[in-house]
């Protein structure tokens, strides 16, 4: 075999596609770690204002009752013994799993508290705050104006 019939890659050839590679990576990996905290925001934001339905459609199919919500977690919980009562349940008429606060994450994303307003800063104790006066449902970690607080640095 002469010279001339084999074909490879030279070093400086191998060398400049590594770089190239990498260039490449360093410009695409940042934009991709804001993606996974955008993603939780967004499916914290959507699951809040099913929540908020929820609680008007069973407000007005029983006559102004507001559903029987209950402090705690859903962990063990039989259908409609959970936090959210008759909004979970195996019908899946309103919800067919407790929803899930992504943005406080773990395992305290489903945990419900009773209060009367948003929170003011940011934590990961409780995932929802329901007000049992008024019906009124807030994502834990967000705002007045439903916007996300920053985490803490």
Known sequence: MSKQDRSAFTLVEILIVVVILGILAAIIIPSLTGAAEESSVNATYADLQKLRRAVGVYQVRNNGVLPPIVEGDANGAAD????????????GEYFLNAPVNAYVGG??????VFGSGPDAE???????IYNPDTGAVYAASFDANDKPIPRNP
């Open 80 to 91: 409609g013994e959970g936090p959210w009562g008759p909004l979970v349940s195996n019908s």
């Open 107 to 112: 395992a305290n994303g489903r945990v419900v």
């Open 122 to 128: 940011f934590h990961t104790e409780y995932g929802w």
